[in-house]
């Protein structure tokens, strides 16, 4: 913290919280690394992007910053006093879209700006299919451009209240303030509704084969018949974001935090150690961390590592199937392991549940199934908490197709 005026000091389970005069609150979580703040100072994040390298951040009334290290040190570009609700990346393109002004692009990464159509209009949305990019404005629906936003046309879906936008496969998928869930198989020419009418579609991702829409009064929505029907989770969360990474779903929420689930949507759990702010109102998933933009209190960043328990580390093919050595064995409290999907999987997924690793006793009981899942072929990463075990001696076992192994490894408390 150098050259930082530190005000107070204080500490609140494992955490040291420092408060600058300028500069908002530094956290060291000690012993444990849970969510660290970024030196944004005290502003709202609202978007979050990344292109290459770059990690950008869209504030409130603060524009675009940029970071090139992962979000250690970030730097105001020349996109200034504007509120960032939306950004998104095509090629060497960064597009910002503004609560007053439009979409503006940048093809240096920040360095310059220009503004890019749409001047009078509020953007609350962006995303791309393809080499095109679409726009929803909170007054006049859904805007389309095909040639790096020089020139913008209105799709058939001019209702006043898009909120948010998200792309799949050949499909552009549109939220609404209180009409509902629309996609589109034709780059907006014709729409389809999904259902979810009267409510506020805030947020929409997808997973294997599920659409989720966050609402802000109803929580999360989840379909796997294309809005024939819905279930709900996080019920009465008002969901801000949602984000994805394999089976893993990620969902923030006003002054609830942030929640998870490893298992498409069936359990939740949050995951909020380390946040002193539970408005939550962007989400983004960067290299090997997890992004949060919050309500007043900056970025904050966590490695997936900690909360996702299955990492794909490499996606070249191995030549075999493999279980690893745990590391560090003997350990306290949590270890990790790497496993290896071989060729013969390399062109298809391995069905789901055909990869399973079981954590045993002695006794040969049942501790923790850590790994059943739909898997490519490539080289994994697994990560055991045992800080609820006793010390002593387990298993781990994988099985996938006709290969199985069993390691050992030791608790020591």
Not at 153 to 164: A, D, E, H, K, M
Not at 276 to 304: D, E, K, Q
Not at 380 to 389: A, K, M
């Amino acid at each position: 913290l150098n050259s930082k005026n530190i005000l107070s000091l204080t500490v609140f389970n494992n955490s040291i919280y420092a408060g600058t005069s300028r500069y908002g609150i530094y956290i060291l979580n000690y012993p444990n690394d849970n969510w660290i703040q970024a030196p944004l100072k005290c502003q709202s994040v609202y978007s979050i992007t990344s292109n290459g390298n770059n990690i950008f951040a869209g504030t409130y009334q603060n524009g675009v910053y940029n970071s090139s290290n992962d979000g250690i040190e970030w730097n105001q570009t020349s996109l200034t006093d504007h509120t960032i609700n939306s950004l998104t990346t095509l090629g060497n393109n960064v597009f910002a879209g503004t609560d007053l002004n439009g979409v503006y692009r940048s093809s240096n990464n920040g360095i310059n700006w220009i503004q890019s159509g749409m001047n009078d209009k509020p953007i609350y949305a962006l995303s791309i299919l393809g080499s095109e990019i679409f726009a929803g404005s909170w007054r006049s629906g859904i805007y389309r451009s095909t040639n790096n936003g020089m020139n913008w046309i209105q799709t058939s879906l001019n209702i006043p209240s898009v909120y948010s936008i998200a792309t799949n496969e050949n499909k552009v998928y549109a939220g609404t303030l209180d009409s509902g869930i629309y996609y589109s198989t034709n780059h907006g020419t014709n729409w389809i509704n999904l259902g979810l009418k009267n409510q506020y579609i805030t947020s929409i991702a997808f997973t294997e084969n599920k659409i989720l829409a966050g609402t802000f009064y109803n929580g999360l929505y989840i379909t796997t018949n294309n809005g024939l029907s819905w279930t709900q989770a996080l019920t009465n969360k008002p969901i801000l974001a949602l984000a994805t990474y394999g089976n893993n779903i990620f969902a923030s929420t006003n002054n609830y935090g942030i929640f998870l689930s490893t298992d498409n949507g069936i359990n939740w759990t949050d995951i909020n150690q380390g946040l002193i702010n539970l408005t939550v109102f962007s989400l983004f998933i960067n290299s090997n961390y997890v992004f949060a933009g919050m309500h007043n209190s900056s970025i904050w960043r966590r490695p997936l590592s900690e909360i996702v328990s299955v990492q794909n580390i490499n996606t070249e093919v191995p030549a075999k199937y493999s279980l690893g050595q745990n590391y560090p064995n003997p350990f306290n409290s949590s270890t990790k392991f790497k496993f290896e999907i071989g060729k013969a999987n390399a062109n298809a997924f391995v069905k789901l549940g055909d990869v399973k690793i079981t954590v045993y006793d002695v006794m040969g009981r049942e501790v923790q199934m850590l790994v059943n899942e739909r898997l490519n072929a490539g080289t994994y990463e697994v990560r055991f908490d045992g800080s609820g075990l006793t010390s002593g001696v387990y298993f781990y076992r994988m099985e996938a197709g006709n290969f199985t192994e069993t390691k050992r490894m030791l608790l020591v408390k």
